[in-house]
């Protein structure tokens, strides 16, 4: 991974826990898995106390990264 692809991950890595931490996401983990899998290179898991709640941390985080500029898979 070059030095530009990791301060891109960084970023997105960074953006993603922010926006989940806005909704006051409990128990936030981020796993490093590049060297586990090359699907992807981070795993970030969070809870919720509800559904609802879970509902708004996922489209908080998608909403945060693509005004970022990212692309987002669904």
Avoid: H, W
């Avoid at 997105?12 to 936030?28: C, G, P, R």
């Avoid at 898995?33 to 708004?56: E, H, N, W, Y």
């Amino acid at each position: 991974m070059t030095e530009q692809e990791q301060q891109n991950l960084e970023q997105m890595t960074a953006i993603a826990v922010n926006a989940l931490e806005d909704i006051k996401a409990k128990d936030i983990i981020v796993l490093n898995t590049s060297d586990k899998t090359s699907l992807f290179a981070r795993m970030i898991i969070a809870s919720g106390d509800s559904t609802r709640q879970v509902k708004a941390l996922a489209n908080n985080v998608a909403v945060d990264l693509k005004e970022a500029g990212y692309t987002i898979l669904s």
